[in-house]
């Protein structure tokens, strides 16, 4: 975990980037770009073979480590799939979860029937954000493919994190880049590196969607460049978009209309602690910036942290050392931090934010029907 000043996080991440320690890592970074550039390769030669399910699959994904908005996609897609009487189920991987089950269903579109711990944070997250659409979790994703049509005889089956997943095959495949982080043939891969794949897999996207695309000015020579790496996608804009601030406990010294109105009102003039464990807490603090707070300080914590007591103290401290009038966290730790706090007269608030395409809409709903076989 760390404590810094917001201003602060792009220098830090570029003093990590350039480490002595990342010099040392790149042997590796190589020999990791030669097993994906092989398998990758496999694969588009028909030697491996993606397993195909009766059904329409989209997978949304990534090329880099990190948070990319991946997650808050799916939620818009599914609600999208929702609102046209589509029948959806998610499929996730189930990052760190504790059950050994190969298949675990985390909701069937009615109730959670799994906990936080046998889930994972984001699937668990996913649950208990959206109604009527089942929360499956499993290594292999054909495998908790096949268990969704089984058991709710679905229509389309969305893949979280799915893009490096080939086993199983899909009908459109999506990435979630930010704005910001526009892939360079020259940028090393894991571990040296951010990036997941080699750059030229971009072509393998059938959608780009530009995340946090308020960050920046020169939005077209963005787009240009990823017109360039992927000449045959759909390049689109998105934002995320604060829905709604609520505290994590309730409060009876707090009026609850404080959190449901607008975010800005609520922050405007205060002074910030913004304690989250995700991939991009940069882009958490940006958010929180928007509303013209006093100073926001950042506790970040790992991605997908699991929380202890240990966590809370230092939660605690960092309130008082930052001088800070409330604490505000994301809907993906919500759920990792509300028995550690429950008797805490802190108070700490969610923030609740939605992702919203703002250039390509309809384009985007087109390439969502696309059916099983079609090119």
């Not at 109730?111 to 292999?140: F, N, W």
């Not at 089956?157 to 910001?180: E, K, N």
């Not at 707090?254 to 449901?260: A, D, G, I, N, S």
Request: with cysteine; hydrophobic share 45%.
């Amino acid at each position: 975990m760390r404590l810094i000043h917001a201003r602060d996080l792009a220098s830090l991440q570029q003093r990590l980037l350039s480490s002595p320690i990342r010099l040392l890592l790149i042997p590796l970074s190589w020999l990791y770009r030669f097993i994906v550039s092989i398998r990758n390769r496999l694969y588009a030669i028909g030697v491996f073979k993606a397993r195909q399910l009766p059904c329409r699959v989209i997978s949304v994904g990534n090329i880099t480590v990190g948070g990319t908005g991946k997650t808050p996609a799916v939620i818009a897609i599914a609600k999208h799939l929702q609102q046209g009487d589509v029948r959806a189920a998610i499929l996730l991987r189930g990052y760190k979860r504790a059950s050994r089950k190969q298949v675990t269903i985390v909701s069937d579109g009615e109730r959670v029937c799994a906990t936080l711990k046998e889930s994972g944070d984001e699937a668990y997250m996913l649950a208990k954000q959206l109604s009527g659409i089942p929360i499956i979790v499993g290594r292999h994703r054909y495998q908790a493919g096949q268990v969704a049509l089984e058991r709710f005889d679905v229509d389309v089956l969305l893949l979280d994190d799915g893009f490096q997943h080939r086993r199983l095959a899909r009908d459109v495949d999506i990435l979630t880049v930010p704005v910001r982080s526009v892939p360079r043939d020259r940028e090393k891969l894991l571990p040296a590196g951010t990036l997941r794949e080699p750059v030229t897999a971009l072509r393998r996207a059938d959608v780009i969607l530009l995340t946090h695309t308020d960050a920046v000015d020169m939005l077209p020579d963005t787009k240009a460049a990823f017109q360039q790496l992927a000449p045959n996608a759909l390049i689109l804009e998105s934002v995320h978009h604060p829905i709604r601030l609520y505290p994590l406990v309730p409060k009876p010294s707090f009026e609850e209309t404080e959190f449901l109105h607008t975010a800005g009102k609520a922050l405007a003039g205060k002074r910030i602690l913004a304690v989250c464990g995700i991939g991009n807490p940069d882009a958490f603090v940006a958010t929180l910036r928007r509303y013209a707070p006093e100073h926001v300080s950042l506790l970040a914590f790992p991605d997908h942290h699991v929380y202890t007591k240990v966590d809370v103290a230092a939660i605690d401290t960092a309130f008082q050392t930052s001088r800070a009038d409330l604490i505000v966290t994301t809907q993906k730790d919500e759920q990792k931090l509300v028995d550690l706090v429950a008797d805490r007269e802190v108070v700490i608030a969610v923030l609740e934010i939605a992702l919203v395409i703002t250039e390509g809409v309809e384009k985007f709903q087109e390439a969502l029907k696309k059916e099983p076989g079609t090119s």
